[in-house]
């Protein structure tokens, strides 16, 4: 409570002998065709199978709130 609290270091980091041609990984990636399109895919929108689904529990819920 009464001691100084620390201040954050800020990580300021730059590989000196790093040289993209030579990394596997990064050719491997670019081999296989690797990118953002994953984050697009998950963006798709929801199977006609759930949206049905989602209709008939809404249906259901609305008919038991009515009494019928």
């Known amino acids: 409570m009464f001691m100084k609290k620390p201040k954050h270091r800020t990580f300021d980091y730059t590989p000196r002998f790093y040289v993209p041609e030579k990394d596997e990984l990064e050719k491997k990636k670019r081999k296989l ?3 953002r399109k ?6 798709k929108s929801r199977s006609p ?6 209709l008939i529990i809404l249906i259901i819920i609305y008919l038991m709130l009515m009494g019928i």
């Open 49 to 54: 199978l759930v949206w049905i689904l989602l």
């Open 38 to 43: 994953l984050h697009m895919q998950r963006r």
């Open 33 to 35: 065709g690797f990118s």
